[in-house]
């Protein structure tokens, strides 16, 4: 056996070695600092959304109906990017903490049912936005104003109190222009089968089990059957979802050509901010073949209409077509 004489690093290993341990723990500050800015930034963000969210939403009624307009959509979400900018103070930092500030406002209203996911699904486009310009807008405030000023800190705490006034001032603004929205989305389906086996088909439906669509998947209602008590005039037909039920009073009564409906009852969780009014459907000999054409009237106190409409329709034409598709399905098995 050969003797070995035991290997000791070099001087120059031995300052390589330190100069490692060195810079790791100067780098194990700047983590916590990075990491304490983020929360900073996502509490501040999710805290102002949230309490926002909770204040403009007691205190935005028309005619004591629930509103949720454009200072919800765009102004609060600006609002929380502005004040968020004044405490993340890399972008880096800043970006992160909204992505925070996003989990810790909608996860208390999603856990609670104040929201519903497809709702801030739909909404996300435009919160977005709003975060994105105020955040921006924040960001070049406080480098070429605020970290520049003779008292940033002062200017930082003016804005803290000037952001609340700006959300009660664009709250106050929008007021006058709340109103409730009514349009009507209709749907037509074509099928080789006389009116008559149309009809029965449409009257009520013991049980639904089409394929659900990506909308019903992520938390759009789901219709599951449908029971008409007394036929003519007068009588009932409810629709249960499986989140839910809609109430209807028959207000038109012809077989096997039309039967209009008012709904009189709903208890879907749409908020007080979207409901129905009235449904039709039309049955109609065309060419040998038979058109159905079922429509929805609905109330909607979202705005702006130029964002919420295109989703409305889409939400409600879903519903359609997962009827259309059982009808369809059931007639043609008969």
Known sequence: MSNQTPTTPSDHELEHQREHEGALERAAPAKRRILLGVLAGGLTAGLFGLVG??????????????YLGSVIFFCLPFAAGFVTAMVARHKGILFASLILGVIFCFGPLLATGKEGLICVLMAAPLIAVGLAAGAW?????????????????????????????????ANSAEAPSRSP???TVVTTMVVDAPPEKVWQEIRSLDSLSSSKS????????VPQRCVIQGEGVGGKRICYFD????????????????MKLEITASTLPLGPWLGFKEASYEVKRENGKTLLTRSSTIISRLAPAWYWTGFERLGVETEHRYLFEEFKKRIEAK
Do not use: C
């Not at 008292?151 to 609340?164: G, S």
């Open 214 to 221: 990506f909308l019903m998947i992520m938390g759009l209602p």
């Open 137 to 169: 807008g924040g960001f070049l405030i406080r480098k070429y104003v605020i970290d520049k000023a003779r008292h940033p800190k002062v200017l930082t705490m003016m804005i803290f109190l000037m952001a609340p006034l700006f959300l009660m001032g």
């Open 243 to 258: 989140q839910g039920y809609i109430e209807e009073r028959i207000t038109e009564w012809q077989p096997p050509n039309s």
């Open 53 to 66: 969210y909770l204040l403009l939403t007691a205190t935005g009624f028309v005619n004591g109906a629930a």
């Open 181 to 183: 929205r009514t349009h």
